[in-house]
């Protein structure tokens, strides 16, 4: 049985590298299925203007939270005052909202 877990990262445009890093480190922790996050398609966003924010989102199998938070927290974000996670595990538990400085930002949204 799958034990499903969405998860979705907003940073600055310019965060590619710290994104890049923290799917390092999910990579070598998540020895047997390597789960990473992707980077979202934002070219057809709309309106006249490039968007200042990126998403990464990902839909991880078995991958416990407190790997998905150890390995954001150890991310050297450029801008980390503008970086939030969201998590959602399936049927366990409503979204929760991390800052990147560790701070829980709402426990339950609802």
């Not at 965060?15 to 996050?37: C, G, P, V």
């Not at 991880?60 to 407190?66: I, K, V």
């Not at 390995?71 to 998590?87: G, H, M, S, Y």
């Amino acid at each position: 049985m799958s034990v499903i877990m969405d998860a979705v990262i907003i940073c600055m445009f310019d965060d590619d590298n710290a994104a890049e890093q923290m799917n390092k480190i999910l990579y070598d922790e998540d020895e047997s299925r390597h789960q990473q996050f992707h980077k979202m398609d934002n070219s057809s966003s709309g309106g006249s203007k490039f968007p200042s924010l990126t998403t990464y989102q990902a839909c991880f199998n078995h991958l416990s939270p407190d790997t998905i938070i150890s390995a954001f927290l150890k991310t050297e974000w450029r801008r980390p005052d503008n970086v939030l996670i969201l998590d959602y595990e399936f049927d366990e538990k409503p979204m929760i909202v991390l800052k990147s400085d560790g701070k829980w930002i709402e426990e339950y949204l609802g």
